[in-house]
Structure formats: C-alpha cells, structure tokens
C-alpha cells in the first residue's frame, strides 16, 4: 500500500513473471484464486506467508476483518506476482533496493485443480 506498482512492473519483465495482479476487494486468497483458476496447467496457489500491517492481526481477532483467512477486502493492498522459484528471491531484494520497502515470497505453485489454499501453519509476518 505504500508504494506504487511502477517498479514492480518493470521488474516482472525482467524476472520473467507468469502471472500477477493486485490484492484489492477479493483479498489475497480471492485473487490467487483467480489466478489459479486461469491458469493452462492445473495448480494450486498455496499461501504459507501472510504480510499484514503490525498489530493487524489483533485487530482482526477483534473484529473479524477475514485477513489471517485471506477473505479481507483491501482498498489499496500489494501485488501478488507468480514468478519463477530461482528468480523470487532475486526480484524481492531488487525491488526493495530501488523502493525501499520490503517483498517476500507468500507461497508457491503446486500441482493442483486451479485454486488457492492457505495452510494451516501460516506464518504472520507483521510488517
């Protein structure tokens, strides 16, 4: 939400992305759902990491905002980009360098039937 997608597009050029979109009024597992479900080959986005504001996740327990179930609605949320597993990395520090602000791997394409899923051990990352 605090940067704007300019580098990153420039970026999934160069990294050889398969697929991308933002995270806005689906929330994270809608749009990986959507995804998946466009995909020639059938997979499945699997979410192992879920980046979310610091004390976000209190205030979801609170109120039920859906986010640790990857359902919450975002206004303004990241992009969810698919690239290649040897390059993710690579592009995650790149984008950080020229924008300041952190990337991360949230998950990884398996073999599947077109959704997404987040596991049940899902890592918070309080950013």
């Known amino acids: 939400m605090s940067r704007l997608n300019r580098t990153a597009a420039k970026l999934m050029h160069k990294y050889g992305a398969h697929a991308a979109t933002d995270?806005?009024?689906?929330?994270?597992?809608?749009?990986?759902?959507?995804?998946?479900?466009?995909?020639?080959?059938?997979?499945?986005f699997e979410i192992h990491t879920l980046p979310i504001f610091k004390n976000m996740a209190k205030v979801d327990k609170k109120f039920n905002f859906k986010l640790l179930k990857g359902t919450s609605a975002e206004t303004s949320g990241g992009m969810l980009i698919c690239l290649p597993p040897d390059k993710?990395?690579?592009?995650?520090?790149?984008?950080?360098?020229?924008?300041?602000?952190?990337?991360?791997?949230?998950?990884?394409?398996?073999?599947?039937?077109?959704?997404?899923?987040?596991?049940?051990?899902?890592?918070?990352?309080?950013?």
Request: proline fraction near 2%; aromatic fraction near 4%.
């Open 23 to 44: 995270v806005t009024g689906f929330g994270i597992l809608g749009h990986a759902s959507n995804l998946a479900s466009n995909q020639k080959e059938n997979v499945d």
């Open 88 to 127: 993710a990395t690579q592009f995650c520090k790149e984008i950080e360098e020229i924008d300041g602000v952190p990337a991360c791997i949230i998950g990884r394409v398996v073999k599947g039937t077109k959704t997404a899923r987040i596991v049940d051990d899902v890592k918070i990352l309080d950013m």
